[in-house]
Nanobody
Framework: QVQLVESGGGLVQAGGSLRLSCAAS????????MGWFRQVPGKEREFVAA????????YYADSVKGRFTISRDNGKSTVYLQMNSLKPEDTAVYYC?????????????????WGQGTQVTVSS
């Protein structure tokens, strides 16, 4: 079992930055692929970024590429999402997720564990 707790969300002006954190329980954190997804009311949850267990391979949605950076600290069992140059369309609830070697990191169904989400609001 893996439990995930997100933090770091909040209200920021367009162009600003936020860093989300996701703390994981469990001794096998380092073996999981970690992902960030986001969801707006009335829309499907969408992939944002993911990082393989080794931290050498990262993936990003086109909409955030160049602005967001995912990283992990296996010693602290934590994954981060640094969000820069935020836009109003980045407003959403952001969820952290964990999966064991998913074939497709962008597929929601491949993730086994989810956090409760943290709200990010970007004002124009």
């Amino acid at each position: 079992q893996v439990q995930l707790v997100e933090s770091g969300g909040g209200l920021v002006q367009a162009g600003g930055s936020l860093r989300l954190s996701c703390a994981a329980s469990g001794r096998t954190f380092s073996t999981y692929t970690m992902g960030w997804f986001r969801q707006v009311p009335g829309k499907e949850r969408e992939f944002v970024a993911a990082i393989r267990w080794s931290a050498h391979t990262t993936y990003y949605a086109d909409s955030v590429k160049g602005r967001f950076t995912i990283s992990r600290d296996n010693g602290k069992s934590t994954v981060y999402l640094q969000m820069n140059s935020l836009k109003p369309e980045d407003t959403a609830v952001y969820y952290c997720a964990a999966a064991r070697a998913p074939p497709e990191v962008t597929t929601i169904g491949d993730y086994d564990y989810w956090g409760q989400g943290t709200q990010v609001t970007v004002s124009s």
